[in-house]
């Protein structure tokens, strides 16, 4: 009766003790080449700051470049500075120093700053596929409907989206009391990384989750593939070969943009839901 008590207590104690700080691993089986590793990391990160704020710079400067492509081009830019800002830095700092310790606080603050810049970036792309739609379906109404009002209120709404859907995650990671582990085998803190070491129900985690998947990245991705079956048909209708060559060009620039941005977080988010049996070093 007594060892029965005894193991109940021990088992209240620990389920009590929620952890408030976290090792981030970088990328486990790979420690020995986070070295060399951190190469491509810092180069890639020093060309995608310098290669946006010079994007940006250039857009802002010349008043020939105030349209909504443009425009457009220079808010995924700087969604993409802060992105890279919030992720590159903290995984090189494991790399070089092994300062991989991480509060609870300051993980969900990157997951959320990662998160909602991510889906802001997806709205963004959306967002373009519009205005090439535009652009080669209705070109003489375009300047009247993408005006710069119409521009803001775009922007606006394409942060608003995310930060209020991104928001609720952090307050169903907040009441999670985290007694599992404190170990994540990656470089940046992620939302079922992150969950799955509570020791309570994290079945609301999973299906909100899945719901702002669903709803904005992958609605999205939809959208945008929708987008430019209507483009290639409009293009493939047109008389002048060179306008057809000069659109599908335009256009091309985009769809690689597109297949850099959603190939890798496709990947990734596969990889934490399903990939089990996926070595460590390949998440």
Request: glycine residues 4%.
């Amino acid at each position: 009766m007594y060892s029965v008590v005894f193991l109940d207590m021990m088992t209240l104690n620990h389920t009590s003790v929620s952890h408030t700080v976290f090792r981030l691993l970088g990328i486990p089986g790979l420690e020995d080449q986070h070295i060399w590793i951190s190469i491509p990391f810092f180069i890639s990160y020093a060309i995608a700051l310098f290669g946006n704020s010079l994007v940006i710079c250039i857009i802002f400067t010349k008043r020939s470049l105030h349209e909504p492509m443009y425009l457009f081009l220079c808010m995924l830019a700087g969604a993409d500075i802060v992105l890279s800002t919030c992720t590159v830095p903290q995984a090189l700092a494991i790399f070089w120093f092994h300062a991989g310790e991480i509060s609870l606080d300051r993980c969900i603050t990157q997951f959320f700053i990662t998160h909602s810049t991510f889906m802001s970036e997806s709205g963004i792309l959306l967002v373009m596929a519009f205005d090439r739609y535009i652009a080669i379906c209705f070109p003489l109404r375009y300047s009247t409907i993408l005006t710069h009002t119409l521009i803001g209120k775009i922007g606006v709404t394409i942060f608003l989206r995310s930060y209020c859907t991104i928001s609720p995650i952090v307050f169903l990671l907040k009441r999670l009391n985290f007694c599992q582990n404190n170990i994540i085998p990656h470089t940046f803190c992620e939302h079922i990384g992150l969950a799955k070491y509570a020791c309570n129900d994290i079945r609301v985690n999973i299906w909100y989750g899945l719901f702002v998947l669903m709803s904005t990245v992958v609605l999205d991705a939809l959208l945008i593939f929708i987008s430019y079956v209507l483009i290639l048909h409009a293009v493939f209708h047109m008389s002048s070969q060179d306008a057809r060559h000069k659109a599908l060009n335009t256009c091309g620039s985009h769809v690689c943009i597109i297949i850099l941005f959603y190939g890798p977080a496709i990947f990734t988010i596969l990889t934490q839901r399903f990939g089990h049996h996926i070595p460590p070093h390949i998440h």
